[in-house]
């Protein structure tokens, strides 16, 4: 049995546009980083969060990876606690799923204590429990595709059940990150909470479209469905230059580009020689409004959190 176990989790993609709370997928140019070690106090303790500008919370029940992580402990009855740090490689607000990355790095961390070690799905309840603290509600979009790797479709909050997508072959994400800050639960707050029943039935058949197209390979069918109609309109003002930035994507190639989670991270599929193209028109469209960025490029393997040491 292990007294320390390290682990990392990838950064993702939430809602990949056409799939508002259900659809994910990793990124696997940053994560989260977890190390966790038994202590003979019992309970969860957080010692230090390195990584981060702002100051993220120590208190276990304030913070995703000590919630997540207090959640699994409480449930095994274990007689050691445990002593943790977080190292954050992704930025705060930016819509990468920073919070579902921590609570899943630290759940994964902790299994590996355990004498008989949990399965995936079961760890999946006990992040969504500290996902819960930072957005204000549960959702998996982040936290599956976190843990399972890939593109991932979760269906159910109470008895989640999830499964990978494959996504062609020689697609990439290209993400740009402007240099905001932007609230998950603000982001959240602004939506309307009825849709058109037009605007229901245009997404379902885009959402329905675009895992089909992935099974196939039809890379035109992904074009044509990669289109969300009911939450990007909402939150693209919450973004200076979104339009233009998408813009620049789409005519650059992208087979689609929307809102990453809730924002303000920009993403578009391509294909990979389209990749270096298109994130620097993106890129530029942020530098004319004013805004720096970061900018990645990044493949969707399946491929989740692991324990790294």
């Known amino acids: 049995m292990r007294n320390s176990a390290t682990a990392f989790a990838p950064a993702t993609v939430g ?13 696997e140019a940053i994560g989260d980083t977890v190390r966790v070690e038994r202590s003979v106090r019992r309970g969860v303790r957080i010692l230090a969060i390195t990584g981060s500008e702002a100051s993220l919370p120590l208190q276990t029940e304030r913070n995703t990876a000590g919630m ?13 606690g445990i002593d943790m740090t977080i ?25 590996a204590l355990l004498e008989q070690p949990l399965t995936k799905l079961e760890l999946l309840k006990f992040a969504m429990k500290g996902e819960a603290v930072a957005s204000g509600s549960v959702h998996v ?11 991932v479709l979760t269906v159910g909050i109470d008895h989640p059940r999830t499964k990978q997508i494959p996504v062609p072959p020689g697609l990439r994400c290209v993400l740009v990150h402007p240099h905001m800050f932007l609230s998950t639960r ?7 909470k009825t849709v058109e029943l037009s605007d229901l039935v245009w997404q379902c058949a885009n959402l329905a479209g675009f895992i089909s197209a992935c099974y196939t390979n039809d890379l035109d069918m992904i074009r044509d469905a990669f289109e969300d109609v009911v939450v990007e309109p909402q939150r693209q003002a919450l973004i200076p230059g979104f339009k233009d930035v998408k813009r620049a994507a789409m005519s650059n190639g992208a087979l689609g580009c929307s809102i990453s989670g809730a924002g303000p991270t920009v993403f578009a599929w391509c294909e990979e020689a389209a990749a270096p193209t298109i994130v ?5 469209q942020f530098a004319l409004h004013k805004l720096g960025c970061d900018q990645w490029v990044s493949s969707i393997e399946p491929k989740g959190a692991r324990v790294i040491d």
């Open 141 to 151: 979009d982040n936290i599956a595709p976190s843990l399972f790797g890939g593109l």
């Open 186 to 192: 603000e982001a959240r707050r602004i939506l309307s």
């Open 68 to 80: 997540a992580l207090k959640s699994l402990v409480e449930s095994q009855n274990l007689d050691f």
């Open 15 to 27: 809602n990949v546009g056409i799939g508002f709370d259900i659809l994910g997928h990793t990124v």
């Open 280 to 284: 620097a028109a993106m890129a530029a």
């Open 87 to 111: 190292e954050k490689g992704i930025p705060l607000g930016s819509g990468l799923g920073g919070s579902a990355a921590s609570a899943v790095a630290a759940v994964v961390a902790g299994n």
